[in-house]
């Protein structure tokens, strides 16, 4: 290239880079949780007993040895983003190896968090906690600004087959909102850094990236055996 067509592309050049850059930080950020520390793996403040972490809408085998446990916001972006991963690798590659658990950590900042998991573990109760917990994830962006989350919520109720009137009730219960919030005082007492939090076997995980959670489960898979 010659050097006036060099000078004539440059800003251009420098455009795309500084987009590169802007994008490669903004899904790195999705991606980890709000707070992250500099190791892939770190002890949490407080010890809380495995059976805890076991409790929860759960798939797999509950008598592996390797608990992998989500305290998760229904909310929060970077639990958006890193739900389409669990969903359609973690569980079905990993299934048959490990326990998987989902616990409920909503984040005050997140206006429809409560709501959200009020409505899954409703729907958890006739049976069907996975089939609301993918579809409030797969269609976070349908409710999350909602100032009437509730009536979208209930449309999924239908959707997957509830019996809507009963599920409503449940997820105004005090049986819902206490299950809620032990989840998230199990949460506080390990001093998690945000969301989404993954602990395996009762060690919290600070996976840069996808490669990393998963080199994660297989290391513990392996120790496990």
């Known amino acids: 290239m010659k050097k006036s067509s060099l000078k004539k592309y440059l800003p ?10 802007v994008v490669g930080f903004v899904v790195r950020a999705l991606v980890s949780p709000d707070s992250q520390p500099a190791q892939t793996q770190t002890q949490t403040k407080g010890k809380v007993d495995i059976t805890a972490l076991k409790n929860g809408g759960s798939v797999g085998d509950p008598n592996s040895k390797v608990v ?15 739900h389409p991963y669990i969903k359609d690798t973690i569980i079905p590659q990993y299934s048959n190896k490990v326990l998987f658990v989902f616990k409920n950590y909503p984040l005050k900042m997140h206006k429809n968090a409560q709501a959200a998991a009020q409505a899954v573990e409703s729907a958890s109760l006739q049976g069907k906690f996975w089939e609301m917990h993918n579809m409030v994830y797969d269609h976070q962006a349908d409710w999350s600004n909602s100032n009437d989350p509730n009536s979208v919520f209930e449309k999924y109720a239908s959707q997957i087959g ?3 009137d009963t599920w409503k009730k449940d997820r105004e219960s005090d049986k819902v909102r206490n299950l809620i919030k032990n989840d998230v005082a199990i949460g506080d007492q390990l001093g998690l850094p945000g969301t ?3 602990l395996i076997n009762g060690v919290l995980q600070q996976p840069k990236s996808f490669e990393d959670f998963k080199n994660a489960i297989d290391q513990a898979i392996s120790q496990s055996q």
């Open 12 to 21: 251009t050049i420098l455009i795309v880079l500084v987009i590169l850059i």
């Open 196 to 198: 989404p939090s993954f």
């Open 162 to 164: 509830l019996n809507v």
């Open 68 to 82: 992998i446990t989500e305290f998760g916001d229904y909310q929060c972006p970077s639990c958006g983003l890193w």
